[in-house]
């Protein structure tokens, strides 16, 4: 007995429609097989019944009818077959067989040969019990309705024919049922065993237990079940080791300039100390602070990205003038490295955005490439228009990424050096806030050569000047 279920309902549902279709073809089969042997017998008969007609219109009829009758039994008598000469009442007046005369017939084909067509009955003989075919037609002497000539033949041959037919039908059947049987639970175990499978692994992953794994080779839909419920966990426990790494992370950049402020606090408030190194402990403290109000902007703007809740305020902004003033405020730090910043930019390269956002992303990439150069180096910012775009090129010569990291770079909380400090953010946060402005962000990096980042970005266009009224006016 097969249990409720899908394994249930496959193999009930494929062994009803085959059953049906295989009943519906047999009978339409054996309906015409009977009909064609049937039909057979009545066309012999009819055939046989127009020659014998043919040939009774030019006898004709004599003193002594009973001799003419027997005549007529001696000549058209047909193999297989009872011939019964009948009156036009269709009592039987002559019969080639041993049934008594004077038995009046009532069957269906009589009333038809009465109205002058051919008459055909099947049915079983009352006094045999036999299945029986009387085919009946109407003969005339000299013009007038004379007698009934009836042939009966027995259907007992044909009949157990038919049901030898039918059973090596019904076999057949069965034998294609079985096969359909042994095929839909075949069908249903390819689609249950995975499903239990899968079902089980997704029970112990709602648990929490995230490191089970679906195992097998499954196709089509359930493969991609399967894949899909593997990659999610794989991503959970990707997601809670970077969360785990996050914290940490966050925790060791917030405990560092906490402690040192908490350090020169207590220092300072103990007193005793000379001005300069009272100033330099304040520098320091002002330093670190700036440094925690950075780390959590950093963590608010990318908490308001994610909830979709970053406002953006748009305008004409010609990035040329916006990295300028971005070589200008990272100067110091480049110099402190002998790292020369270049910029070679087309006119007017004017985008619309927020100049603050956009700002954030050069400050963040340009950073990004001053930290992982070599000293005695230089960064190349190349601005140039690409079609309706504006392409904005950081290139370093530094470090470089490694594949392995490249495709990993721009995730949040990602790290390619944890010791370099940072949360992991920026470049998600850059990305994002990129892609806030229609643009794009893409990174190509060799390990060891460099790193070039693209931003694409849509160009604004340039509105035509405005002329004084006075020169709009041109003398004639």
Do not use: C
């Amino acid at each position: 007995m097969i249990k409720k279920g899908i394994r249930r309902q496959i193999v009930m549902h494929y062994f009803i429609v085959v059953f049906l279709t295989l009943l519906l073809a047999e009978v339409i089969f054996l309906l015409a097989i009977r009909s064609y042997y049937y039909e057979s017998i009545y066309s012999h008969i009819t055939q046989h019944i127009r020659i014998m007609e043919g040939y009774q219109k030019f006898i004709t009829a004599s003193d002594n009818r009973r001799n003419d009758l027997g005549k007529l039994l001696t000549n058209y008598e047909l193999k297989y077959t009872e011939l019964q000469i009948l009156n036009v009442q269709g009592d039987v007046l002559i019969t080639s067989s041993e049934f008594q005369p004077d038995i009046s017939i009532k069957t269906s084909d009589i009333s038809q040969a009465q109205s002058g067509n051919i008459g055909r009955w099947v049915g079983r003989q009352p006094n045999t019990g036999q299945d029986v075919m009387a085919v009946s037609k109407m003969m005339q002497t000299n013009g007038q309705d004379s007698y009934i000539v009836r042939y009966v033949t027995s259907l007992e041959k044909v009949n157990e024919k038919l049901l030898n037919v039918t059973l090596v039908v019904t076999a057949v059947a069965a034998a294609v049922l079985a096969l359909v049987l042994a095929f839909s639970l075949g069908l249903a175990n390819s689609i249950v065993k995975p499903l239990n499978t899968i079902t089980a692994a997704s029970a112990q992953m709602a648990q929490g237990r995230f490191n089970v794994r679906i195992k097998g080779n499954y196709k089509y839909e359930m493969g991609e079940l399967a894949s899909t419920l593997n990659y999610m966990a794989q991503e959970i426990v990707r997601s809670n080791q970077v969360k785990d790494d996050f914290i940490s992370s966050i925790s060791h950049e917030l405990r560092t300039p906490l402690t040192s402020i908490k350090g020169w606090s207590e220092t300072i408030n103990s007193g005793g100390y000379d001005p300069e190194e009272t100033k330099i402990g304040m520098e320091i403290i002002t330093k670190e602070t700036e440094r925690l109000i950075g780390l959590v902007e950093e963590i608010l703007d990318f908490s308001k990205l994610q909830q979709n809740e970053m406002k953006v305020a748009f305008g004409r902004v010609d990035l040329k003038e916006l990295l300028q003033e971005i070589m200008l405020n990272l100067w110091t730090k480049a110099e402190k490295r002998s790292i020369e910043l270049r910029l070679d930019s087309v006119d007017k390269p004017l985008v619309e955005g927020d100049a603050n956002r956009l700002k954030q992303v050069f400050l963040n990439l340009v950073d990004n490439a001053i930290k992982f150069s070599h000293e005695n180096s230089a960064i190349d910012l190349i601005v140039t228009f690409e079609g309706n775009n504006v392409m904005v090129q950081v290139h370093d010569t530094g470090i470089g990424i490694s594949e392995d990291h490249l495709v990993r770079v721009k995730d949040r909380f990602f790290q390619v050096d944890p010791l370099n400090g940072g949360t992991g953010l920026g470049l998600a946060i850059s990305q994002q806030l990129v892609e806030l402005h229609h643009g794009i962000l893409l990174i190509q990096s060799e390990l060891g050569v460099g790193t070039t980042i693209v931003v694409r970005l849509p160009r604004l266009l340039e509105e035509p000047a405005v002329l004084p009224e006075e020169e709009q006016q041109l003398p004639e």
